[in-house]
C-alpha cells in the first residue's frame, strides 16, 4: 500500500518558520515531488516542487522564503517556510510521482496538513 505522509503544519505567529516533512512509502520509484496549498474557498495552487536531479520550482509569492528539498535515500520531501505571512495560511499537500509495477507512473496526493499564521 502506498502512502505520502506529511507532518510539521502548526499554528506560527506571522514571521516565523515552519518545516513540512512528507515521506513516501510502498512506491518502487518516485519521480517528482511537491507542495500544493488550498486556502480556504480558494483554488489548490502549487507552491514548489522539486525533481529527482534537484531541479526546483517556486510560485512567485514564496519565493525567497520558501525552500523545497529532498533525501532521495529517505523517499521524503522538505518545505522549509520561513518570513510567513498570514496569507500563507492554508491545508499543504504532498503530491508525488510514483512508480508501481502494476500501475506504472501515477500521481499520488498526501492527506494534507495545516499551516495557520496568525497576525
Known amino acids: 500500500q502506498v502512502h505520502l505522509v506529511e507532518s510539521g503544519g502548526d499554528l506560527v505567529q506571522a514571521g516565523g518558520s515552519l518545516r513540512l516533512s512528507c515521506a513516501a512509502s510502498?512506491?518502487?520509484?518516485?519521480?517528482?515531488m511537491g507542495w500544493y496549498r488550498q486556502a480556504p474557498g480558494k483554488q489548490r495552487e502549487l507552491v514548489a516542487s522539486?525533481?529527482?536531479?534537484?531541479?526546483?520550482k517556486y510560485a512567485d509569492s514564496v519565493k525567497g522564503r520558501f525552500t523545497i528539498s529532498r533525501d532521495n535515500a529517505k523517499n521524503t520531501v522538505y518545505l522549509q517556510m520561513n518570513s510567513l505571512k498570514p496569507e500563507d495560511t492554508a491545508v499543504y499537500y504532498c503530491?508525488?510521482?510514483?512508480?508501481?509495477?502494476?500501475?506504472?507512473?501515477?500521481?499520488?496526493w498526501g492527506q494534507g496538513t495545516q499551516v495557520t499564521v496568525s497576525s
Open positions: 503530491n508525488a510521482d510514483g512508480y508501481l509495477s502494476g500501475t506504472g507512473w501515477r500521481n499520488y
Open positions: 510502498g512506491f518502487i520509484s518516485i519521480g517528482a
Open positions: 522539486i525533481i529527482d536531479e534537484g531541479s526546483t
